[in-house]
């Protein structure tokens, strides 16, 4: 908003175009007190301007003497008061609309982007768990081991479920955990990973027993051989 005062004198009261120069030298030598004879004018200025977008809106208020005068442009095209302000409106309903929707669009886009990191993250949290169990899997159906394995509730209970450990690894690692990922189904990698999370523990644990099992059990100079390179992780 800008406010602007103007403060003049009009000469016209006391003298015309043709005595200007009389007139110049009175008031240097006449010593008239006051401005005899003047008349001092009182005029003020408000104008309001508003660009909303890319209209611009201005309304202008002088008064002069008292006398006040509104004046209303919309890009510089004078207009009535209620076109004005129906048409002010309307461009500020709109504005707070499409500064509403930028809203939506940068929270929405946030939203969006930190699914995809957190289904990111998961799926390779998953793919090193899944990775692990199946060479867990793997060492424990060594064939020195088969016969002498060691099944326990807090470990392995039964063979079946250590194949079935195997083939869920090998098929969530083959397509259906990339899917997941593709999906940004992230309830379901969270609890995927919850489910396989203490599966290398589980496993790593049977294997130890089953080890230790066999080597009590063996008296087969080759296996005991081989159960000790297993032994030294080789």
Not at 130 to 145: G, M
Not at 206 to 226: G, P, R, V, W, Y
Request: charge should be negative.
């Amino acid at each position: 908003m800008i406010f602007r005062e103007f403060q003049y004198i009009d000469w016209k009261g006391v003298m015309n175009q043709k005595y200007l120069f009389l007139g110049l030298f009175f008031a240097c030598i006449g010593h008239m007190s006051s401005f005899q004879g003047h008349s001092m004018r009182h005029m003020s200025m408000m104008v309001d301007e508003e660009f909303i977008d890319g209209t611009e809106f201005s309304r202008t208020v002088k008064s002069d003497q008292g006398k006040v005068e509104e004046k209303f442009l919309i890009d510089g095209a004078s207009v009535l008061k209620d076109e004005y302000y129906t048409r002010l409106e309307q461009a500020q309903v709109k504005q707070l609309r499409k500064d509403r929707e930028r809203v939506d669009r940068r929270t929405r886009a946030r939203i969006a982007f930190a699914d995809q990191s957190h289904a990111l993250v998961l799926e390779k949290l998953a793919i090193k768990l899944l990775q692990d169990i199946s060479l867990q899997v793997e060492r424990l159906q060594h064939d020195n081991l088969k016969q002498y394995y060691v099944f326990k509730d807090d470990t392995i209970q039964s063979l079946s479920e250590l194949l079935e450990m195997k083939h869920t690894a090998h098929k969530l690692l083959q397509s259906e955990l990339r899917e997941l990922v593709e999906e940004h189904d992230l309830l379901a990698l969270q609890d995927l990973v919850k489910k396989v999370d203490a599966w290398p523990d589980r496993l790593e644990n049977c294997f130890k027993d089953t080890l230790n099992h066999a080597i009590k059990q063996s008296d087969d100079t080759a296996e005991l051989k081989e159960l000790l390179l297993m032994v030294s992780g080789e």
